[in-house]
């Protein structure tokens, strides 16, 4: 019995999504899709934040390796959003759940009329009972993919904090590939603590910032306390946890210590 319904932002990685050949995991993506209708349809309003565009391309369109030219990593763009939604669209539609597909550039979110329409069409989904699941454009905005000066998202870890700002969500669930905020590196330090609560981004918890992940991926936890910094500032918690584990949603939507906690100062508190 959910106690509290809740707005829940739900980003996944890349590496949760495919395969190391970049082919989608239809299993991680059937066991996420579940959970994700099952909070849904208990009461919650999901919104799903989803990478993976481009590798699924890359494999797609029989390419070796991710490709270097823009123009050809906005094609693998274009080609693996069609296969995602095809799939997403497919997998939800067996639990009873309507997807809708958003695509955003920097400047939806940047324009504050674009974006109030934004907002607008995201109230009307949920409202309606329809989970939104959004991505980058990237075969039409370069942010992501291609480093320049007009960056306002940039990667998936920053597109889902302004879009649970924008949603005026209550918690931000970051599925990625690690189980959240160590205050050392796991891989190197045996003794590495996994910290469950944060309550305020301070430089020491800056500087456990690693580098960037797998090949498959663009962001690292340098990303995540950046969409951690955005969260907390819009009254939103964020929550870091592995994307193995999709059923941890239960409990994190719960309140229960699953991966890193960032804790916001409510709206309204002084």
Same mark, same amino acid.
């Given at each position: 019995?959910?106690?509290?319904?809740?707005?829940?932002?739900?980003?996944?990685? &890349?590496?949760?999504?495919? !395969?190391?050949?970049?082919?989608?995991?239809?299993?991680?993506? +059937?066991?996420?899709?579940?959970?994700?209708?099952?909070?849904?349809?208990?009461?919650?309003?999901?919104?799903?934040?989803?990478?993976?565009?481009?590798?699924?391309?890359?494999?797609?369109?029989?390419?070796?390796?991710?490709?270097?030219?823009?123009?050809?990593?906005?094609?693998?763009?274009?080609?693996?959003?069609?296969?995602?939604? !095809?799939?997403?669209?497919?997998?939800?539609? +067996?639990?009873?759940?309507?997807?809708? @597909?958003?695509?955003?550039?920097?400047?939806?979110?940047?324009?504050?009329?674009?974006?109030?329409?934004?907002?607008? &069409?995201?109230?009307?989904?949920?409202?309606?009972?329809?989970?939104?699941?959004? $991505?980058? $454009?990237?075969?039409?905005?370069?942010? +992501?993919?291609?480093?320049?000066?007009?960056?306002?998202?940039?990667?998936?870890? &920053?597109?889902?904090?302004?879009?649970?700002? %924008?949603?005026?969500?209550?918690?931000?669930?970051?599925?990625?590939?690690?189980?959240? =905020?160590?205050?050392?590196?796991?891989?190197?330090?045996?003794?590495?603590?996994?910290? !469950?609560?944060? +309550?305020? =981004?301070?430089?020491?918890?800056?500087?456990?910032?690693?580098?960037?992940? &797998?090949?498959?991926?663009?962001?690292?936890?340098?990303?995540? =306390?950046?969409?951690?910094?955005?969260?907390?500032?819009?009254?939103?918690?964020?929550?870091?946890? $592995?994307?193995?584990?999709?059923?941890? %949603?239960?409990?994190?939507?719960?309140?229960?210590?699953?991966?890193?906690?960032?804790?916001?100062?409510?709206?309204?508190? @002084?």
């Amino acid at each position: 019995m959910i106690e509290h319904k809740q707005r829940i932002v739900v980003k996944v990685g &890349t590496s949760t999504l495919t !395969h190391s050949s970049g082919s989608l995991d239809l299993r991680s993506m +059937e066991r996420l899709v579940r959970v994700l209708a099952d909070l849904s349809g208990s009461g919650h309003e999901v919104i799903l934040v989803t990478s993976g565009a481009i590798a699924v391309g890359t494999a797609r369109m029989g390419l070796d390796e991710r490709p270097r030219a823009l123009r050809m990593k906005q094609a693998a763009a274009a080609v693996g959003q069609c296969r995602m939604m !095809h799939i997403y669209d497919k997998l939800f539609s +067996e639990y009873n759940c309507t997807v809708a @597909q958003i695509l955003l550039t920097g400047e939806d979110v940047e324009d504050p009329v674009k974006a109030e329409h934004l907002k607008n &069409t995201f109230e009307s989904l949920l409202e309606l009972g329809i989970l939104p699941v959004v $991505n980058e $454009n990237d075969s039409v905005s370069s942010a +992501e993919i291609e480093t320049g000066h007009h960056k306002v998202l940039g990667d998936n870890d &920053t597109l889902s904090a302004i879009v649970a700002e %924008l949603c005026g969500a209550e918690l931000l669930v970051l599925l990625s590939d690690i189980d959240g =905020l160590y205050d050392a590196d796991p891989k190197r330090v045996s003794s590495a603590r996994l910290l !469950h609560r944060v +309550e305020e =981004l301070t430089p020491e918890i800056l500087d456990m910032a690693g580098g960037a992940g &797998t090949w498959r991926g663009t962001g690292g936890m340098a990303t995540k =306390l950046s969409a951690a910094r955005i969260a907390m500032g819009a009254g939103c918690d964020m929550v870091i946890t $592995n994307g193995v584990r999709p059923e941890d %949603l239960y409990g994190i939507a719960e309140g229960r210590d699953i991966g890193t906690r960032f804790l916001a100062r409510k709206r309204g508190a @002084q």
